[in-house]
Each structure stands twice: as C-alpha cells, then as structure tokens.
Antibody, heavy 117, light 111 residues
Framework: EVQLVESGGGLVQPGGSLRLSCAAS????????MSWVRQAPGKGLEWVGN????????YYLDSVRGRFTISRDNAKNSLYLQMNSLRAEDTALYYC??????????WGQGALVTVSS | QSALTQPASVSGSPGQSITISCTGT?????????LSWYQQHPGKAPKLMIY???NRPSGVSNRFSGSKSGNTASLTISGLQAEDEADYYC???????????FGGGTKLTVL
C-alpha cells in the first residue's frame, strides 16, 4: 500500500523558516518525480514545485522560487520542502504527492503551515 | 484567480449525470493532453480520478469519464451516487513558467 506521510508543519512568524518532510513507502520512491501542492484554508489546490527522481532538477511556482527549496533523500525514501522568508499568504495545508508524467497518483494527508505573528 | 476556470458548483440527483467543465488556453488545456481530474472529500486528501484527459486509474469507477475539446476539458459523472458529493479539481501542464496549474474547484452536490 502506498503511503505518504507529511510532518514538520506548525506556526511560524512572518519571515521565518520551516522544513516539511514527507516519508514515502509502498512504492519505489527513487523512480518517481515528487511534487508539493498546497491548499490555503477554504481555497483550491496550488502546485508549489516538484523534483526529478534523482534530485537533479527542481521546478517551482513563481511566487515561491528563491524562498522554497525541494530536496529528497532516496536512501531514506524521503522528500523535503525547506521554506524560508515565509509570508502570511504561504499559510496552507501542504501535500506531498507522487508524480507520474503530469499527474499526481498518490497524496499524503498534508501538513498545516500557519504563518502569523 | 485560478489559471483554469471551473464552475463553482454543480448539482444533480442520484442516478443522473453531470458534467464539470474546465477551461484554459492553448498554453495548457488546449495544447497538451496532460489534463487530470481530482476528487476531494471534506478534510481528505485529493484523489486522482482521470489522467491524460480520459484515462481512469485502476480502481476508479467507470461512471467517471473525461474528454476535451479545444481549450475546454470536461469530467462527466454518470449514475450519480451520494458518495460522489465532493470537490473536483482539474489540473494541466502549462508551457508557462508556472508549469502546472489547477482549476478553482467545483463543489458537486448530490441532491
């Protein structure tokens, strides 16, 4: 059974940093692109970025490029999202998802990030 | 404002069919067949229902079908059931710097 479990969410002040993790199991993690998608409270889905199977390429939403960094550790079957210079508008539930071509096959349950003073 | 346009809500009675539209541009929906649909129940993670415009993942009911014409894609649910009540999102690859866009979501109510 495929499982994606996010962790690391919490309350952070504007300008602060937070690192999310996503633990994967039930599939060959190292052969999949992985994505982060967020959902602000009561709002729709927004793609944040993704990373190639071997970690050699990453792509980002314009509004987070330069502030967020996606990385992975295939030996630990783990995906990460380092978020710096956080803003109120980054407040959201952050999902990790496995990606096949241009679709997201499996999703975690999400980690809530709240940016507030 | 979302990159892809969906109706905010649709409704139907059990057993009926409904269609949800998703309108984009030639840079996304109209230019590529990387169009997928996701179902999200309240408090739950999204679930892939349709990919590459009209393909169903294993385990998804054949009551769900997808199509595309020009810059507009559609999700049709036939034989509506109470369990289909959820939010539905379309998503597409885009040739813009954003790379991947979602629609604003459509709330399906089963009357």
């Amino acid at each position: 059974e495929v499982q994606l479990v996010e962790s690391g969410g919490g309350l952070v002040q504007p300008g602060g940093s937070l690192r999310l993790s996503c633990a994967a199991s039930g599939f060959t993690f190292s052969t999949y692109w992985m994505s982060w998608v967020r959902q602000a409270p009561g709002k729709g889905l927004e793609w944040v970025g993704n990373i190639k199977e071997d970690g050699s390429e990453q792509y980002y939403l314009d509004s987070v490029r330069g502030r967020f960094t996606i990385s992975r550790d295939n030996a630990k079957n783990s995906l990460y999202l380092q978020m710096n210079s956080l803003r109120a508008e980054d407040t959201a539930l952050y999902y990790c998802a496995s990606q096949s071509n241009w679709r997201m096959d499996y999703w975690g349950q999400g980690a809530l990030v709240t940016v507030s003073s | 404002q979302s990159a892809l346009t969906q109706p905010a809500s649709v409704s139907g009675s059990p057993g009926q069919s409904i269609t949800i539209s998703c309108t984009g541009t030639s840079s996304d929906v109209g230019g590529y067949n990387y169009l997928s649909w996701y179902q999200q129940h309240p408090g739950k993670a999204p679930k892939l229902m349709i990919y590459d415009v009209s393909n169903r993942p294993s385990g998804v009911s054949n009551r769900f079908s997808g199509s595309k014409s020009g810059n507009t894609a559609s999700l049709t649910i036939s034989g509506l059931q109470a369990e289909d009540e959820a939010d539905y999102y379309c998503s597409s690859y885009t040739s813009t710097s954003t790379l991947w866009v979602f629609g604003g979501g459509t709330k399906l109510t089963v009357l």
